[in-house]
């Protein structure tokens, strides 16, 4: 089955202590990206990668880190999570780099920093 | 800052109704617009996409298109209770790759 997966699903955590979220697809994808969704504000890119080992800030890019080490992975990094990046976070990709390309997003994962 | 407004609502119709979403957009240059469908704690679904002026049929959705008025609109066709989801409108502004969402439009359809 085609899809994106991301892991953990749910994740309560403390400042400071840092995490990773995993982002995985099985459609040989070369555009992936990371967005939060928070009340109010919809939903915001925070980076993008249109390829391997190629990677760019999207609207709300601090206080993360991401890495396309491998096609098919573009894990989302908090190297010290603030209770400002609670939010619920989705994973997507398309393919190419086309803007005519649906985006499929993965189930979501819904971060808590306290 | 490159806009796209959405009313919050809840929008409310009856079941069979025909359910209007509107969606307007500040920067003349976008291109590719798209239609997202959000259940509660769930990710967003591609509905419809629409690139040129007009309207796009796809079973009871349309999407309509209009770039001089800069609005983007979907209309569902009779209603059903699972079309209640939050509806999302999406698009690439002028030169960019990164989709700008609306907030979203609650859409409620009762029995």
């Known amino acids: 089955e085609a899809q994106v997966t991301q892991n953990p699903r749910y994740l309560i955590t403390v400042t400071g202590k840092k995490l990773t979220v995993t982002c995985s697809q099985n459609?040989?994808?070369?555009?992936m990206s990371w967005y939060r969704q928070d009340p109010g504000l919809g939903l915001r890119q925070i980076y993008y990668?249109?390829?391997?080992?190629?990677?760019d800030k999207g609207d709300v890019p601090e206080g993360y880190k991401v890495s396309r080490k491998e096609k098919r992975n573009f894990p989302l990094i908090l190297e010290s999570p603030s209770p400002n990046q609670t939010s619920l976070y989705f994973c997507?990709?398309?393919f190419g780099t086309g803007l005519n390309n649906e985006q499929f997003f993965g189930p979501g994962t819904r971060l808590t920093v306290l | 800052q490159k806009e796209v407004e959405q009313n919050s609502g809840p929008l409310s119709v009856p079941e069979g109704a025909i359910a209007s979403l509107n969606c307007t957009y500040s920067?003349?240059?976008?291109?590719?617009f798209f239609w997202y469908r959000q259940y509660s704690g769930k990710s967003p679904e591609l509905i419809m996409s629409?690139?040129?002026?007009g309207d796009k049929e796809d079973g009871r959705f349309t999407a309509q298109l209009n770039k001089a008025s800069q609005y983007v609109s979907l209309l569902i066709r009779d209603s059903q209770p699972s079309d209640s989801a939050t509806y999302l409108c999406?698009?690439?502004?002028?030169?960019?790759?990164?989709?700008?969402f609306g907030r979203g439009t609650s859409l409620i359809v009762h029995p």
């Open positions: 920067d003349r240059g976008s291109q590719s």
């Open positions: 629409i690139y040129s002026n």
């Open positions: 459609m040989n994808h070369e555009y």
């Open positions: 999406a698009l690439y502004p002028g030169g960019s790759y990164i989709p700008t």
């Open positions: 990668s249109m390829n391997v080992e190629v990677t």
């Open positions: 997507a990709s398309r």
